[in-house]
């Protein structure tokens, strides 16, 4: 059995969920605190998830990116561990720098909550395994700060390395390139605005999401 | 002690929603207003030896903190 330790810093809300997800595909879900340290060897993946972690001040991410248990996320990204972030998770790997670019304020301002079509572009190794390239996907997004930036050259970057995890059918935020998640120049760290751990049963609009954890 | 103005705002080429939409409400309200930037100050109390090391302080709290410098840029001014 896989053992995922889910991150949870002050103001985190989705990281019930995300453990209920974790679980529900047959894995091992361990807490793991903003203040304490951990050895990656314990682990055999990661997940940050969603919320406002320090209620979203100075920029979204910015400062739980700065917490004691980032450095031992990015000791384990250095030695190749599997890491997803959702929403503010995403966000928060971004202000870290285990992901290219930046989630900037949804370019009409506002807050969003609603179902969305995905395009997966290029599969992670770990979360998102089952998923093809080109398949659609339906889940909900629920963010204000959700318009991905990165410069045109990083763009390039990106796009020629096959870091782009998935995009928005419609793009509902103003995303660069309709980008909705993106991997590392690894491709071990992965990130995505929209919330799979809340499309895990039919009743809840889509069972789409288990196919990411 | 040594007193810093940290002055932060979007660059130049990024879209600066929250400046468009002030621009917009000060247009609308019969302004001439041409361009409306909105960002944030930051104000630090450093504890250093000399002036030159607090600075140094400063700038690198402004570039791996305050600032996400693939987005904004920020100003240093030393405050009495």
Redesign the interface.
């Known amino acids: 059995m896989r053992k995922v330790g889910v991150l949870r810093f002050p103001g985190t809300n989705c990281d019930r969920d995300i453990w209920h997800a974790v679980e529900q595909v047959g894995d091992t879900p361990q807490w793991l605190w903003y203040q304490d340290r951990f050895n990656p060897k314990d682990f055999d993946s990661f997940i940050v998830p969603g919320g406002f972690s320090y209620g979203d001040y100075?920029?979204s991410g910015?400062?739980a990116a700065?917490a004691p248990v980032m450095q031992s996320l990015k000791e384990a990204s250095e030695l190749g561990y599997p890491i997803f972030g959702v929403c503010n998770g995403f966000q928060i790997l971004c202000?870290a720098q285990l992901l290219p670019?930046?989630l900037?304020?949804?370019?009409?301002?506002r807050f969003l909550d609603t179902m969305v079509d995905l395009t997966v572009i290029n599969a992670h190794k770990r979360f998102g395994q089952k998923l093809e390239k080109g398949q659609k996907v339906h889940m909900p997004i629920a963010h204000a700060d959700g318009?991905y930036?990165?410069?045109d050259d990083d763009l390039k970057r990106i796009q020629d390395n096959q870091q782009i995890y998935c995009t928005y059918v419609r793009n509902p935020n103003?995303s660069v390139a309709d980008i909705a998640g993106v991997m590392n120049k690894n491709k071990n760290v992965v990130g995505m605005m929209p919330h799979p751990e809340r499309a895990m049963y039919e009743w809840m609009g889509s069972c789409d999401g288990q196919k990411f954890f | 002690m040594f007193k810093f103005g940290i002055r932060i705002l979007p660059r130049p080429e990024v879209l600066d929603t929250q400046g468009r939409a002030v621009e917009a409400t000060l247009k609308s309200l019969g302004h001439s207003v041409l361009e409306t930037k909105v960002g944030r100050y930051v104000q630090l109390s450093i504890e250093a030896k000399d002036i030159a090391q607090a600075q140094a302080t400063a700038k690198k709290v402004s570039e791996e903190v305050l600032c996400n410098m693939l987005i904004e840029n920020f100003e240093i001014e030393v405050l009495k």
Do not use: D, F, P, Q
């Open positions: 100075l920029r910015a400062l700065h202000e670019g930046v900037m304020r949804n370019s009409h301002l318009c930036y990165v410069s103003g």
